[in-house]
């Protein structure tokens, strides 16, 4: 047993109108058409951490998530992704 740790770190947040469905920079607290309290959507940009900081970023593009160790995963379903890895030589 440790201390857990948010490994998945949002680098970029925005968030939402779900009244309005507009979508904000994280800098905003309220919808400016309709006033209504913003929720935080999930960031697109990810820092994995690990036991030395940050080990590598992801970037999410709809369904593909590009890392910059150069994995590639592909959600297919919730809850079900593919991941491949872009050969790289040493
Ligand atoms: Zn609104």
Redesign the pocket.
């Given at each position: 047993m440790g201390i857990n740790i948010n490994r998945r770190i949002p680098i970029e947040q925005e968030k939402r109108?779900?009244?309005?469905n507009?979508t904000y920079p994280s800098s905003f607290n309220f919808?400016?058409?309709?006033?209504?309290k913003l929720k935080s959507t999930q960031g697109r940009v990810y820092a994995n951490m690990g036991k030395n900081g940050v080990s590598s970023i992801s970037v999410k593009s709809g369904k593909v998530t590009v890392n910059s160790k150069g994995r590639i995963t592909l959600q297919i379903a919730p809850g079900i992704s593919y991941t491949s890895a872009i050969k790289k030589k040493k």
């Open positions: 109108c779900s009244k309005c507009i919808c400016t058409t309709c006033g209504q």
